[in-house]
């Protein structure tokens, strides 16, 4: 495990994983750095209750261009991301299909399809990803459900600034 003290050595400056995204930038999932696209883009908005709300919007199909928008309660900790599951379905706010956002009932419909396949692949349990930094700054990550590493949920990410032209593309 890469302690404090090793990630002040590798030169990051702030070894709060999330503090980039206190100061308004966005988790870019699986970034494309030349052409400044992310396959999945996170923000995260801290409660007053003190919780903490994750939003996405994630690219799952390239033809037709498929984005969902989603948002679910998080727990963060130093290293890590953790919903308390539920069904996926419930946390899709939003979908588009080639730039054009799909009207109340058909999002309702898309969400309990895409929903349900995304169920039965990740499961409705506790979902985690663990972040480990990277020396050229980007975060390596894994993810579990219910404990289990899942290493179909494995990946990078990179904190942006969505005003550098960066957008969300597969």
Same mark, same amino acid.
């Given at each position: 495990?890469?302690?404090?003290? !090793?990630?002040?050595?590798?030169?990051? +400056?702030?070894?709060?994983?999330? +503090?980039?995204?206190? +100061?308004g930038?966005?988790? *870019?999932?699986?970034?494309?750095?030349?052409?400044?696209? *992310?396959?999945?883009? !996170?923000t @995260?908005?801290? #409660?007053?209750?003190?919780? $903490?709300?994750?939003? #996405?919007?994630?690219a799952?199909?390239?033809?037709?261009? $498929?984005?969902?928008?989603?948002q679910?309660? $998080?727990?963060?900790?130093?290293?890590?991301?953790?919903?308390?599951?539920?069904?996926?379905?419930?946390?899709?706010?939003?979908?588009?299909?080639?730039?054009?956002?799909?009207?109340?009932?058909?999002?309702?419909?898309?969400?309990?399809?895409?929903?349900?396949?995304?169920?039965?692949?990740?499961?409705?349990?506790?979902? *985690?990803?663990? @972040?480990v930094?990277?020396?050229? %700054?980007?975060l390596?990550?894994?993810?579990?459900?219910?404990?289990?590493?899942?290493t179909?949920?494995a %990946?990078?990410?990179?904190?942006?600034?969505?005003?550098? %032209?960066?957008? $969300? !593309?597969?």
């Amino acid at each position: 495990m890469i302690t404090l003290f !090793a990630l002040a050595s590798l030169g990051l +400056a702030d070894p709060d994983l999330f +503090a980039p995204a206190k +100061a308004g930038q966005a988790m *870019c999932v699986n970034p494309d750095l030349e052409a400044k696209t *992310c396959q999945g883009m !996170a923000t @995260y908005t801290w #409660n007053a209750d003190g919780s $903490v709300t994750s939003r #996405n919007v994630v690219a799952v199909s390239p033809e037709p261009l $498929v984005v969902l928008h989603t948002q679910t309660a $998080v727990v963060l900790t130093d290293t890590t991301e953790c919903s308390n599951g539920g069904t996926f379905a419930d946390q899709i706010t939003r979908i588009e299909i080639d730039g054009e956002e799909v009207d109340e009932a058909t999002r309702g419909e898309l969400a309990d399809m895409i929903g349900a396949q995304m169920d039965a692949a990740v499961g409705t349990g506790e979902l *985690c990803f663990a @972040y480990v930094p990277q020396s050229d %700054g980007s975060l390596a990550f894994t993810g579990s459900t219910e404990g289990r590493e899942r290493t179909e949920l494995a %990946g990078t990410a990179r904190w942006i600034s969505e005003s550098d %032209g960066w957008r $969300v !593309a597969p």
